[in-house]
């Protein structure tokens, strides 16, 4: 690969990440601190290598990230007499931005309107069903499938809202719009560390750096820069270390889900084949988040799938800490979550397939075991 590829992948990095958005689990790395007189950079606390084999594989995963090159759709329709207010397309930053797209979103509802429909269980239906509740209305959720058999339920979910739009296609304003989501999901989610949502800070390391600050530096919080020196991982000038939020889905999509029942949210399982049918609903509001859905049941053609394939192993809890590749053409992510080692990945546009790829796996599996065994001792 040439220096220029090389360049413009790390640039790129933000397409390419967010395998179902990604990544988690418990706090606490070491941190390298160092002292800057004369720029010395001590010895490193070495961090404990994942064991990485295929005899500690326990499931392959493969999500289809419902990506936008303009970006996620906030916008509003008119079905006849119903008012359809779209919230989907949030390719890998689905969870990521899931609660401020959704506080953006319900600011289109009618204050007149006390009987709201949402579209679909996963993350981003889930939040802005709960959002909705907490305003006083009468919420049912309509779905043909719920958690944990939803798109969500397979992300890994590092919080960080990547793989969302394309800079050369989206609307003059949409940024605006995004970094706002953004921060607004960002401070939601610092309101749920803890077991019961299963959200936690941890420090992850970009190998190679060029960390692009989805939403803005100060959601990334105490943010460093290492040379090779300072550094634990072999083989890279230049690294990068910040913190992040992880939400691990199968315990935080249960709990989406427990609040939008104790809240007094409707669950009404129903498939719907075309926006035609939507009128035959009683709410005259539809919220709709419905995702990759939204490609046939609004025809929504710049809807596309994006790709995410992971590799799960047993879980190490000696692993507290992440890290990221962002290679043009060699995608590595590894974060630690209490269900398994969370082992990525891939992101391939316009494949529709949830079959795992063995050719894939292999080289997912080969790229973390040379990571792996060249940690600093």
């Not at 007189?37 to 289809?64: A, C, M, Q």
């Not at 979103?105 to 996963?122: C, F, M, Y």
Request: charged share 20%; net charge neutral.
């Amino acid at each position: 690969m040439t220096p220029t590829q090389q360049q413009e992948g790390r640039r790129n990095f933000i397409k390419k990440l967010g395998a179902a958005g990604l990544f988690m689990s418990t706090v606490g790395i070491p941190s390298f601190a160092y002292d800057q007189v004369g720029n010395h950079f001590p010895s490193f606390t070495p961090l404990k290598p994942v064991n990485v084999s295929r005899e500690r594989l326990i499931r392959k995963v493969v999500g289809l990230r419902p990506y936008r090159p303009s970006g996620f759709n906030l916008s509003v329709q008119k079905l006849d007499d119903k008012v359809i207010i779209h919230n989907y397309g949030h390719g890998g930053g689905g969870i990521s931005l899931s609660w401020g797209s959704a506080s953006l979103a319900i600011e289109k509802v009618n204050n007149d309107h006390q009987r709201i429909a949402v579209l679909g269980s996963g993350v981003i239906g889930l939040s802005t069903a709960i959002l909705l509740l907490k305003q006083g209305k009468s919420v049912t959720i309509y779905t043909d499938k719920l958690p944990p058999n939803t798109t969500s339920n397979v992300a890994a979910a590092y919080w960080a809202p990547v793989s969302v739009y394309e800079s050369n296609k989206v609307a003059s304003d949409f940024m605006e719009t995004f970094n706002k989501a953004a921060a607004i999901s960002q401070r939601m989610f610092q309101d749920l560390v803890g077991d019961r949502y299963g959200v936690w800070w941890i420090k992850s390391f970009f190998l190679g750096g060029n960390f692009d600050f989805p939403g803005g530096q100060s959601l990334y919080p105490d943010f460093k820069k290492h040379s090779n020196a300072s550094s634990p991982f072999m083989g890279y000038d230049i690294n990068e270390e910040l913190h992040s939020l992880m939400i691990e889905p199968p315990i935080y999509l249960k709990a989406l889900l427990d609040d939008f029942y104790q809240l007094g949210g409707k669950m009404v399982i129903r498939k719907f084949n075309d926006s035609s049918e939507l009128k035959d609903l009683s709410e005259s509001t539809i919220m709709n988040c419905t995702g990759l859905g939204s490609h046939s049941l609004f025809n929504d053609q710049e809807l596309v799938p994006v790709q995410g394939q992971l590799a799960v192993l047993i879980p190490q809890e000696e692993i507290k800490y992440g890290y990221v590749v962002p290679s043009y053409d060699d995608l590595l992510y590894m974060f630690p979550r209490k269900d398994g080692i969370i082992l990525g990945g891939t992101s391939e546009k316009g494949n529709w397939s949830l079959e795992p790829n063995e050719k894939e796996l292999t080289r997912i599996l080969n790229g973390h075991q040379r990571i792996a065994e060249g940690l600093k001792h």
